[in-house]
């Protein structure tokens, strides 16, 4: 829209300079006031124009001062023109002339302060045709210069009235022609005005006048012709264009109007008819109207906006009236379009995760009467098939997934994508049966049609008892549940309860806790004997215990799962570590002679070099390294295994002890065993007494433990609980033993005690 009507007041400029030129070359009187009058109208034309092509707030306010103070110049001109076109003797009026020009002169100077006390007007900025416009604030200086334009144009106006009614019906045409534009342009300047309509596009009316000024004052041709360009000018006009005469009969439409009702202009008679047909209201009955109407729906919607005004004589009294009907369907869907894309997930049409919240925010804190329930799913392991297959295949994973949602959900449900592979609804409590959803997630398959694919999605349900509080956490709950099943193959559903989040509220308690408990040294190392054949104590294991200053004794199943989740059991571990080194320092004569194996989670390769750290303990203590043990999990292999087996083996060449922690209990790899740099294998005895067959059982761990002599390792079999267990292990040929049937971990003074007792 606004190209275009930069254009249209392209061409009017050069129009207009253009008859200002050929006037100043014809030798008729009225030729110069006529070539003064074109010129001027230029000038807020000019403005206009750089209004509608600017996006800067300067060049704005330049336009918008070239524009009224062009205004001045034009009513300036258009007087000095109406008096010598009207053969009005200046003389005899030259007082009443010089306050139209005084009052104008004024206005223009008051302009010229605007920039420093800003007392005309200011700018603001909108939005038109998806660019910034910059749009007049007006001040006491703006309602100044528009009574003395108005007064001054009014005059003028006046003037012609008094003449058009004076002169013979025979020279009136021209002058009527000339009052009528004055009038229209008037009537549409001041609707410009009071609508605050970005572009003023009344413009179009003075330039129109200024040419049949300029037509009629040098090259009077008949009415007929002048109806002609009058239809040209308005059919350049973008909106479709709809004339009527007094008793509401359409007498003249542009060429939008005729292609929007597909009438031609032979037809006008059939005009109330097709607009009846078209739109629900056309302001029958009404002279001033507007009505925004849409035709259609879905994607064949269009949309319009209609105008009716009424065009009056100037006696007040209805000459006729027009009616413009502008297109905006390409805006409006355009704007759909922006709001649907700023609302909806790009990748499988579902809300996103910030519209899908506040839709159920305003749902349930508007509908207090229903109970609702919060759910929060996605894809198990759905990095893996990013990975494996590629992000194509995942992203087709996730639009299938979305699919299903909306064939599944209700119409009274919200759903939409959260982020990544997870999802969210939000739907009336009473409307879903858990079983049945529990059906389906078990039998849940796509199908790229010819492979079907089992996904598993864990449901995590928050049932809302709180309208109140914000919908992220209602989320948070129901992630909470979800992940409490995460690992779940035969589950796929979880509700919340107050038990997870006094999980959740404990693990963050103790996490706040840990530096301080660390620094007071409430984590304390606790040790467990180990054992020779003989019953002898040789070394220890070192063990985590928690004395709470609140809690009391915390054993490790309370507080440990939370930091292996968080990545804190790092600091744990290295406290540890360190209080083995004090320990291993302290001890002299025969307990010189002990070991303390430590632990190596997981989770420390991340977050440290533990040859470094454990290596420089070492060095501080300055302690045999074969009295710290290095015990790890089979787990530690399971990832980055060449890079993890290189660290080990410089544990073992720096003269640290090895040994693999619960082998047996999980997953171990007997091809990975020969390869890996261990001293000793720690065998589980839980899964002995866990096994149907005891004989079975007792014929592996005879076999565990000869394939650990085989290969070069000692054997340590932890669990031992009964005096027949260790005879037979005895028997086996195991070399140490850990267990409550040698003794329960326990203090280091305990310890040290035991020690001394058994020597």
């Not at 806790?513 to 620094?519: S, V």
Request: charged share 20%.
């Amino acid at each position: 829209m606004r190209l275009t009507f930069a254009i249209i007041y392209s061409v009017l400029i050069v129009l207009l300079g253009l008859f200002g030129m050929i006037s100043r070359r014809s030798k008729k009187t009225v030729a110069l006031p006529v070539s003064y009058l074109e010129f001027t109208f230029i000038v807020p034309i000019v403005g206009n124009l750089i209004i509608v092509l600017s996006q800067n707030e300067l060049l704005s306010t330049i336009g918008s001062y070239t524009y009224f103070i062009g205004m001045d110049l034009m009513v300036f001109s258009l007087f000095d023109f109406t008096l010598s076109y009207c053969h009005i003797p200046w003389r005899s009026h030259r007082k009443k002339c010089y306050v139209i020009y005084a009052i104008l002169t004024l206005d223009i100077i008051q302009y010229l302060f605007n920039p420093f006390f800003g007392q005309a007007f200011g700018m603001e900025a909108i939005m038109v045709d998806n660019a910034p416009y910059y749009r007049l604030v007006p001040h006491i200086g703006q309602i100044f210069h528009r009574i003395i334009v108005y007064i001054a144009f009014f005059t003028s106006l006046f003037i012609f009235i008094i003449k058009a009614i004076r002169v013979p019906r025979i020279y009136a045409e021209k002058y009527y022609v000339i009052l009528f534009t004055m009038i229209l342009a008037s009537l549409w300047q001041s609707y410009y005005i009071f609508s605050r309509t970005p572009i003023d596009r009344s413009m179009l009316a003075f330039a129109v006048c200024a040419i049949l000024i300029f037509y009629f004052s040098l090259f009077y041709r008949p009415f007929r012709l002048l109806d002609r360009m009058l239809a040209n000018i308005a059919s350049k006009i973008p909106e479709a264009v709809l004339f009527f005469d007094a008793s509401n009969r359409c007498i003249w439409i542009n060429n939008n109007a005729s292609q929007l009702l597909q009438i031609s202009t032979e037809k006008l008679d059939r005009v109330k008819h097709r607009l009846s047909a078209m739109f629900d209201d056309i302001g029958e009955g009404n002279d001033n109207w507007s009505s925004k109407q849409v035709i259609g729906s879905g994607k064949n919607a269009q949309y319009f906006t209609l105008k009716k005004h009424l065009v009056t004589d100037s006696n007040n009294k209805k000459i006729g009236s027009f009616l413009t009907i502008l297109d905006n369907t390409p805006e409006i869907k355009k704007q759909q379009q922006e709001i649907y894309e700023a609302t909806h997930d790009k990748l499988t049409g579902l809300f996103t995760k910030e519209h899908l919240f506040n839709v159920i925010k305003n749902r349930i804190v508007n509908d207090k009467e229903t109970s609702y329930s919060i759910a929060y799913f996605d894809i198990k392991d759905f990095k893996m098939v990013n990975d494996i297959f590629g992000n194509t295949t995942g992203d087709n994973v996730l639009i299938r997934v979305a699919n299903w949602i909306k064939e599944k959900a209700q119409d009274n449900w919200n759903y939409g994508r959260i982020g990544g592979d997870a999802f969210g609804l939000c739907y009336p409590t009473n409307t879903v049966r858990l079983g049945i959803v529990e059906d389906r997630l078990s039998k849940f398959v796509i199908s790229n049609g010819t492979i079907d694919q089992h996904i598993l999605l864990h449901v995590g349900i928050y049932h809302v008892t709180d309208p109140s509080i914000d919908v992220s956490i209602m989320f948070d709950r129901a992630h909470l549940a979800q992940k409490s099943i995460k690992n779940e193959y035969n589950m796929h559903i979880a509700i919340y309860d107050d038990k997870m989040r006094d999980q959740v509220l404990w693990s963050q308690k103790i996490s706040a806790e840990l530096e301080t408990a660390i620094a007071q040294r409430q984590i304390v190392p606790y040790l467990q004997p180990i054992v020779d054949k003989n019953g002898s104590i040789i070394g220890a294991e070192a063990l985590v215990r928690w004395i709470h200053p609140t809690e009391g004794f915390l054993p490790p199943f309370t507080f440990i799962p939370t930091f292996e989740k968080n990545g804190m059991i790092a600091e744990i571990d290295k406290y540890i570590w360190r209080c083995a080194c004090e320990i291993l320092s302290s001890w002299t004569d025969e307990k010189e002679k002990l070991f303390i194996s430590v632990n190596i989670s997981p989770k420390d390769f991340y977050f440290m070099d533990i040859y470094a750290e454990i290596k420089n303990l070492v060095d501080e203590f300055k302690l045999d390294p074969s009295r710290l043990r290095i015990e790890i999990t089979e787990t530690v292999m399971m990832t980055e295994a060449e890079n993890r087996m290189a660290i080990l083996s410089k544990f073992r060449k720096s003269g640290f002890i090895v040994e693999m922690d619960d082998f047996g209990s999980g997953y171990s790899s007997l091809n990975q065993l020969k390869d890996m740099p261990l001293d000793v294998l720690k065998i589980d005895m839980k899964f002995l007494n866990k096994a149907e067959d005891n004989h079975k059982a007792e014929i592996i761990l005879r076999n565990v433990l000869r394939l650990s002599s085989d290969l070069g390792l000692f054997s340590l079999t932890e669990g031992v609980e009964t005096e027949d267990q260790y005879k037979m292990l005895n028997e086996m040929g195991c070399n140490l033993f850990q267990g409550y049937y040698f003794a329960k971990p326990m203090a280091v003074a305990d310890f040290e005690k035991l020690c001394a007792s058994k020597a």
